[in-house]
């Protein structure tokens, strides 16, 4: 199914119609959630292969086997692609885990009533935008990037594939009250503490890990360890799909990449934007990495969201 020049626009969204049918996305809206199912939920850039690899490694008490032999999109296959039913039936991984780049107010009626757990990551939107540019740039089942300008553009009115990363984002962490099982965890704070966080997730998931264990979760899930392993680092698509001549999958991994790109006028006008989309927010960001004397992430990030937006 190479489907590389197609967009399915679902709901008001475009979605690539190389991994995408209307038919998957309308049988995505109605999947039935057990209870000890794992759903990882991003918007795209946001850290999803790096929480699929933790999930992973995790229920793997550290062991890499798993990680290091079934490519990711099978072991954590994606609710919506077309392929998603014949993976999950033919897998015999426990428990399940599954991975979403669908927005809440789509999703989110399916998981009513589920106590599956839910683990949302989020990215500071400006390296995000960076991320997804180069990404549009080498994976040949998106429209040409364009531009920079032009992409920073589109992601602030909300028009690339996959819709507004700001919707995305308030619509999945406003839910802390309405899903039962529901963690929030950024790209920064696994960037700035990957033990922490592993220790978080695995806490959430109820999988304590020994010290061995939980040690060989961050070694493994490394960004130089993800970035060698040909099971998450998209070298194993073919050229005609994802060019990777043009690009790395997992290019720097960097905190605050975005001011490589940014002019301080597109910084200014992201600013402007970011305020008044996200003036009702409950979240902080963090939008370059600190000097090691300044606190550690996990003393920034708590559990429940009840920071005040920081506007950048």
Same mark, same amino acid.
């Given at each position: 199914? /190479? ?6 626009? @679902?709901?008001?969204?475009? #979605? ?6 209307? &038919? ?8 039935? #959630?057990? &209870? ?22 995790? !229920? *793997? =008490? ?23 039913? !014949?993976?999950?039936? /033919? ?24 106590? /599956? ?13 960076? *991320? ?8 040949? @089942? ?23 990363? @700001?919707?995305?984002? %308030? ?7 309405? %899903?039962?099982?529901?963690?929030? %965890? ?25 010290? &061995?264990?939980? $040690? ?7 960004? *130089?360890?993800?970035?060698? $392993? ?10 005609? %799909?994802? &060019?990777?001549?043009?690009?790395? #999958? ?21 600013? =402007?934007?970011? +305020? ?14 600190? $000097? ?15 920071? $005040?937006?920081? +506007?950048?």
């Amino acid at each position: 199914m /190479a489907r590389l020049d197609v967009m399915e626009v @679902f709901h008001g969204i475009s #979605f690539p119609g190389h991994l995408h049918t209307q &038919d998957s996305l309308q049988l995505a809206l109605k999947f039935p #959630f057990k &209870d000890t199912d794992i759903l990882v939920v991003s918007y795209p850039k946001s850290g999803t292969t790096w929480l699929q690899e933790i999930v992973t490694l995790i !229920s *793997s =008490r550290g062991d890499p086997h798993l990680s290091q032999t079934v490519p990711n999109w099978t072991r954590a296959p994606w609710l919506e692609h077309y392929y998603f039913a !014949s993976v999950l039936e /033919a897998s015999s991984i426990t428990p399940r885990v599954i991975t979403t780049h669908l927005p809440y107010h789509l999703l989110g009626p399916a998981l009513q009533g589920s106590k /599956a757990k839910v683990i949302y990551v989020s990215r500071n939107p400006k390296d995000v935008v960076v *991320s997804f540019y180069h990404f549009h740039k080498m994976a040949n @089942f998106f429209p040409e990037a364009g531009s920079f300008p032009e992409f920073l553009n589109r992601f602030l009115e909300g028009t690339l594939p996959y819709g507004s990363w @700001f919707d995305h984002v %308030i619509g999945w962490t406003s839910q802390t009250a309405t %899903i039962n099982n529901l963690l929030y %965890i950024t790209y920064e704070e696994m960037s700035l503490d990957l033990h922490g966080a592993i220790k978080r997730v695995s806490s959430f998931l109820q999988c304590p890990l020994v010290e &061995d264990e939980l $040690n060989n979760c961050v070694k493994h899930s490394s960004f *130089s360890s993800m970035k060698e $392993n040909k099971m998450i680092n998209y070298t194993l698509v073919p050229e005609e %799909i994802m &060019d990777h001549s043009k690009g790395s #999958f997992m290019r720097t991994g960097k905190i605050g990449d975005w001011k490589n790109m940014f002019t301080e006028e597109q910084n200014q006008y992201f600013k =402007r934007v970011f +305020k008044s989309k996200m003036q009702d927010c409950t979240l902080e960001f963090v939008w370059e990495k600190h $000097n090691k004397e300044e606190p550690h992430a996990n003393e920034q990030f708590p559990q429940k969201n009840t920071q $005040n937006c920081e +506007k950048s």
